[in-house]
């Protein structure tokens, strides 16, 4: 065991995959021999070579079209997709193809893909760099979508998006590549898809959320606490499917939700959990449930203020958290 | 401002009963809408409100009895902007200044659900939330003090059992109704009381073979009583002095013979009656009966169900009683009831003995009005008509 960065861990998974299992390759804009833009793949075309590494055109659709029919040959590829914002190009073949392979073939065909891609704000990527599009994909049946918030959960989730027999998007969040890092068990280490954690107990509020926001949450949830505000944070890791009973079980625990993500508010995971939250734990509500999300706004701004204004951010989930609490 | 007052909920009725209040102060009032339970005679009545607007003051509160005409409530009306503005004034001009309304509290479900399953009064807490809105935690931190407070009680106080020994009940304005007139009339009227036995085997035998076809038929039950009632109702016509009336200016003796029904509820006893009984076969007694049980027992009896009864007929038997002693249901004279019909070895006329079905028929009369002479006659003539039914009859 030893402290990584968040980058090494998902780079960990990889070696540790490829070297387990000949028919894990990836695929990806510059992921051979520049090593990814963001370094994530340095160092597989060294060991592993060009045949399971292999540097694609530009063409996201081509990339996942390929990646999909070598799954469905029993490949395991694992695409990367350089930025999430370009993973529209290949809506078609995820939603159309991936997704509904097993289902269209009535369990005749699997499709054992994965697709990683880099997500979200704040590093001054403007309107093609920085998106959040976990909302675009969790409303279609037949794909998983995990956001990792640590170092070890994303090299054991990664792992388990490799093993699992069906298509997994795995977005990463790319403020946290060389900001997070933590202890992550060496060798095989898998974290199951579906499953929340509780990254903190209390029992004024419940702070439900993902991605770098754990992190954001956390830091504010100490300071709350010299104030005597305690707060539930809930670290869902997989978008789709839900933990269902562990966001009742957090909701219930103290009846007041705060549910926060970077992605734009209407239409977001927020609404799916706090519809799910009203339908199952309405008697134990104390308050109103609430959400604190990015703006509807199309695009995250390139002008540092602007981006300011547009990115969530521990004074504006602690103020949420503060209203949440006195209420 | 609009005044509610006692109705006058009957033709002898001077007073009433507040049961439940079904409006809150503050609460909005539709025109025709029920505001408060009224209990008089045994039989509960809904006051509706005859103004559309908000309820401001409740004048009467639950319990107390009071007389016709007298206030209960005011009902703030609510009209048409273009009309409203002189109403107020006037309403201003006239009464003391209204007091501004009390916010009603609102509760989160988690502290309503909370609240209502450890029978919390939230009334008695006060709220740490925002603008002192009671939270969920407010709820579990009263809990915690009432346990412990449980907990520290406990090696204080002696095991005693006295404590548990009695349960105080609250008395239902229906419960009080049924004391107070059964204590008038246990104390105001001289009682007499008579019985006599009855040979009812062909009745039995009767009934036996009817009602299979009766309840195909009709779709109810045949059950005895309503042979006793018809019985009952024809020696009225003979004897009209039971279905009579002390006055001190004379004895009102009633044309029509219009029958109570003592009909048992877990918690009351009401006395529907059956009107114009004299002009209802066996067949039509029987539905009768049975309509106004029904709705004796669901609670949908209305003041007409419960009044202007002459003479009540009382079925002790359905509980297995053998003998009783009914107490008068005043203004009426006489009371009679039905006790259980029992197999018996009776003395037959040729001094044979035979098992015969035999019946108790239990009267009391008000003596005022009657002696034993006509109330024995009255019994013979009823237990003669029982012991001559035809066993071929249909019914």
Same mark, same amino acid.
């Given at each position: 065991?030893?402290?990584?960065?968040?980058?090494?861990?998902?780079?960990?998974?990889?070696?540790?995959?490829?070297?387990?299992?000949?028919?894990?390759?990836?695929?990806?804009?510059?992921?051979?021999?520049?090593?990814?833009?963001?370094?994530?793949?340095?160092?597989?075309?060294?060991?592993?070579?060009?045949?399971?590494?292999?540097?694609?055109?530009?063409?996201?659709?081509?990339?996942?079209?390929?990646?999909?029919?070598?799954?469905?040959?029993?490949?395991?590829?694992?695409?990367?997709?350089?930025?999430?914002?370009?993973?529209?190009?290949?809506?078609?073949?995820?939603?159309?193809?991936?997704?509904?392979?097993?289902?269209?073939?009535?369990?005749?065909?699997?499709?054992?893909?994965?697709?990683?891609?880099?997500?979200?704000?704040?590093?001054?990527?403007?309107?093609?760099?920085?998106?959040?599009?976990?909302?675009?994909?969790?409303?279609?049946?037949?794909?998983?979508?995990?956001?990792?918030?640590?170092?070890?959960?994303?090299?054991?989730?990664?792992?388990?998006?490799?093993?699992?027999?069906?298509?997994?998007?795995?977005?990463?969040?790319?403020?946290?590549?060389?900001?997070?890092?933590?202890?992550?068990?060496?060798?095989?280490?898998?974290?199951?898809?579906?499953?929340?954690?509780?990254?903190?107990?209390?029992?004024?509020?419940?702070?439900?959320?993902?991605?770098?926001?754990?992190?954001?949450?956390?830091?504010?949830?100490?300071?709350?606490?010299?104030?005597?505000?305690?707060?539930?944070?809930?670290?869902?890791?997989?978008?789709?499917?839900?933990?269902?009973?562990?966001?009742?079980?957090?909701?219930?625990?103290?009846?007041?939700?705060?549910?926060?993500?970077?992605?734009?508010?209407?239409?977001?995971?927020?609404?799916?959990?706090?519809?799910?939250?009203?339908?199952?734990?309405?008697?134990?509500?104390?308050?109103?449930?609430?959400?604190?999300?990015?703006?509807?706004?199309?695009?995250?701004?390139?002008?540092?203020?602007?981006?300011?204004?547009?990115?969530?951010?521990?004074?504006?989930?602690?103020?949420?958290?503060?209203?949440?609490?006195?209420? | 401002?609009?005044?509610?007052?006692?109705?006058?909920?009957?033709?002898?009725?001077?007073?009433?009963?507040?049961?439940?209040?079904?409006?809150?102060?503050?609460?909005?009032?539709?025109?025709?809408?029920?505001?408060?339970?009224?209990?008089?005679?045994?039989?509960?009545?809904?006051?509706?409100?005859?103004?559309?607007?908000?309820?401001?003051?409740?004048?009467?509160?639950?319990?107390?009895?009071?007389?016709?005409?007298?206030?209960?409530?005011?009902?703030?009306?609510?009209?048409?902007?273009?009309?409203?503005?002189?109403?107020?004034?006037?309403?201003?001009?006239?009464?003391?200044?209204?007091?501004?309304?009390?916010?009603?509290?609102?509760?989160?479900?988690?502290?309503?659900?909370?609240?209502?399953?450890?029978?919390?009064?939230?009334?008695?807490?006060?709220?740490?939330?925002?603008?002192?809105?009671?939270?969920?935690?407010?709820?579990?931190?009263?809990?915690?003090?009432?346990?412990?407070?449980?907990?520290?009680?406990?090696?204080?106080?002696?095991?005693?059992?006295?404590?548990?020994?009695?349960?105080?009940?609250?008395?239902?304005?229906?419960?009080?109704?049924?004391?107070?007139?059964?204590?008038?009339?246990?104390?105001?009227?001289?009682?007499?009381?008579?019985?006599?036995?009855?040979?009812?085997?062909?009745?039995?035998?009767?009934?036996?073979?009817?009602?299979?076809?009766?309840?195909?038929?009709?779709?109810?039950?045949?059950?005895?009583?309503?042979?006793?009632?018809?019985?009952?109702?024809?020696?009225?016509?003979?004897?009209?002095?039971?279905?009579?009336?002390?006055?001190?200016? &004379? !004895? %009102?003796?009633?044309?029509? +013979?219009?029958?109570?029904?003592? #009909?048992?509820?877990? =918690? /009351?006893?009401?006395?529907?009656?059956?009107?114009?009984?004299?002009?209802?076969?066996?067949?039509?007694?029987?539905?009768?009966?049975?309509?106004?049980?029904?709705?004796?027992?669901?609670?949908?009896?209305?003041?007409?169900?419960?009044?202007?009864?002459?003479?009540?007929?009382?079925?002790?038997?359905?509980?297995?009683?053998?003998?009783?002693?009914?107490?008068?249901?005043?203004?009426?004279? &006489? !009371? %009679?009831?039905?006790?259980? +019909?029992?197999?018996?070895?009776? #003395?037959?006329?040729? =001094? /044979?003995?035979?098992?015969?079905?035999?019946?108790?028929?239990?009267?009391?009369?008000?003596?005022?009005?009657?002696?034993?002479?006509?109330?024995?006659?009255?019994?013979?003539?009823?237990?003669?008509?029982?012991?001559?039914?035809?066993?071929?009859?249909?019914?």
């Amino acid at each position: 065991m030893a402290v990584k960065l968040f980058i090494d861990a998902i780079r960990d998974a990889l070696f540790h995959a490829m070297r387990e299992d000949e028919q894990v390759f990836v695929l990806g804009e510059d992921v051979g021999v520049r090593g990814g833009v963001f370094r994530v793949t340095q160092g597989l075309i060294e060991e592993f070579g060009e045949q399971r590494v292999m540097d694609t055109p530009l063409a996201e659709s081509g990339i996942v079209g390929v990646a999909i029919g070598a799954a469905a040959m029993g490949f395991k590829p694992v695409a990367e997709i350089q930025f999430v914002d370009f993973i529209l190009p290949a809506v078609n073949q995820i939603i159309s193809e991936a997704a509904k392979m097993r289902y269209r073939s009535n369990n005749d065909w699997t499709c054992p893909l994965v697709i990683r891609a880099p997500f979200g704000g704040g590093v001054h990527g403007a309107l093609y760099h920085s998106q959040s599009l976990e909302a675009l994909f969790y409303h279609v049946p037949g794909l998983k979508i995990v956001i990792p918030s640590t170092a070890a959960d994303a090299k054991g989730l990664l792992l388990a998006a490799i093993r699992d027999p069906d298509p997994v998007l795995f977005f990463e969040h790319k403020g946290m590549y060389r900001l997070i890092r933590d202890e992550v068990p060496d060798g095989e280490h898998i974290v199951p898809i579906g499953k929340a954690t509780l990254r903190k107990t209390g029992d004024d509020i419940t702070v439900i959320t993902y991605g770098l926001m754990v992190h954001y949450a956390l830091e504010v949830a100490t300071k709350l606490e010299q104030e005597g505000i305690h707060a539930h944070i809930l670290d869902l890791r997989t978008i789709a499917p839900l933990d269902r009973e562990a966001i009742i079980e957090a909701a219930r625990h103290t009846g007041k939700v705060l549910i926060v993500h970077e992605d734009n508010k209407t239409g977001g995971v927020g609404a799916e959990i706090a519809a799910m939250i009203a339908e199952e734990a309405l008697f134990d509500l104390d308050a109103p449930i609430m959400r604190l999300a990015g703006p509807d706004v199309p695009a995250m701004p390139y002008n540092a203020g602007m981006e300011k204004f547009y990115m969530l951010n521990p004074q504006k989930i602690e103020d949420a958290m503060r209203n949440l609490a006195r209420f | 401002m609009a005044e509610v007052r006692m109705p006058k909920l009957g033709e002898s009725v001077t007073e009433g009963t507040l049961g439940k209040w079904l409006k809150n102060v503050g609460d909005a009032v539709s025109k025709y809408e029920p505001l408060v339970e009224v209990v008089t005679d045994k039989v509960t009545a809904e006051i509706p409100s005859d103004e559309e607007g908000i309820l401001i003051e409740i004048a009467v509160a639950e319990g107390e009895t009071v007389r016709v005409g007298t206030v209960l409530a005011y009902i703030e009306q609510s009209r048409p902007a273009s009309e409203q503005q002189p109403v107020l004034v006037e309403s201003n001009q006239q009464h003391k200044a209204i007091e501004p309304l009390t916010t009603k509290q609102r509760y989160s479900p988690a502290v309503r659900y909370l609240a209502q399953k450890h029978a919390v009064d939230l009334q008695t807490l006060s709220g740490t939330g925002f603008a002192g809105r009671i939270t969920r935690k407010d709820v579990l931190a009263s809990l915690q003090t009432v346990n412990e407070q449980k907990e520290t009680d406990k090696p204080l106080l002696p095991p005693t059992e006295e404590k548990h020994d009695i349960q105080t009940i609250a008395i239902t304005p229906i419960r009080k109704t049924i004391a107070t007139r059964m204590t008038e009339s246990a104390r105001d009227v001289p009682h007499a009381w008579m019985m006599v036995e009855a040979d009812v085997t062909k009745l039995v035998k009767v009934r036996e073979r009817n009602k299979k076809s009766f309840k195909e038929r009709e779709g109810i039950d045949l059950t005895y009583f309503p042979f006793f009632m018809k019985v009952v109702v024809d020696a009225l016509k003979e004897y009209p002095m039971l279905n009579s009336t002390w006055t001190n200016d &004379g !004895i %009102l003796v009633h044309q029509g +013979i219009h029958l109570s029904v003592a #009909v048992a509820t877990e =918690d /009351a006893l009401v006395v529907p009656v059956i009107h114009h009984a004299d002009r209802l076969s066996i067949s039509g007694l029987a539905h009768a009966l049975s309509a106004i049980a029904t709705r004796a027992k669901t609670g949908k009896l209305t003041l007409d169900d419960v009044s202007g009864g002459t003479f009540t007929i009382n079925n002790t038997g359905a509980f297995g009683s053998v003998l009783s002693k009914p107490i008068l249901n005043p203004p009426q004279a &006489g !009371i %009679l009831s039905i006790e259980s +019909i029992i197999k018996r070895p009776v #003395v037959l006329a040729d =001094d /044979a003995i035979a098992i015969r079905s035999m019946v108790n028929l239990c009267i009391s009369i008000d003596h005022r009005v009657l002696d034993g002479l006509i109330t024995g006659r009255f019994m013979k003539l009823i237990k003669g008509k029982l012991e001559a039914f035809d066993v071929t009859m249909d019914v």
